[in-house]
């Protein structure tokens, strides 16, 4: 079974930049749909992003919040999908996982428990 681990998190200043890396082992992440959740100090887990079963930007999908300032990608030869986080802002503090599974166009909808497997996750912290 593919094992996913999060990595990339840190203290960052309002405005600036992170990439977290989602690395598979186990076996090849190929085509598999990967999403990113969150989940902020006292609140529930929520979609931010996922890419579908293909790498074209029209199976990359985004919470309305992030759009324009995040975005996912997959490299195959590393077997990892990465999330470049610009223009971080105060309310993107949390602890950030990466899962198989579901990805389509209501990410932010999706609900935390249809996925299973969750890691450890990697803190992302946006402060001055």
């Known amino acids: 079974q593919l094992q996913l681990v999060e990595s990339g998190g840190g203290l960052v200043q309002p405005g600036g930049s992170l990439r977290l890396s989602c690395k598979a082992s186990g076996g090849t992440m190929g085509y598999t749909a990967i999403s990113w959740f969150r989940q902020a100090p006292g609140m529930e887990r929520t979609g931010v992003s996922c890419?579908?079963?293909?790498?074209?930007?029209?199976?990359?999908y985004y919470r309305d919040s992030v759009k324009g300032r995040f975005t996912i990608s997959r490299d195959h030869a590393e077997n990892t999908v990465y999330l470049q986080m610009n223009n971080l802002k105060p309310e993107d503090t949390a602890v950030y996982y990466c899962l198989s599974g579901r990805c389509d166009s209501t990410i932010q909808l999706i609900p935390w428990y249809e996925y299973d497997n969750w890691g450890q996750g990697t803190q992302v912290t946006v402060s001055s």
């Open positions: 890419i579908g079963n293909a790498d074209s930007d029209n199976y990359k």
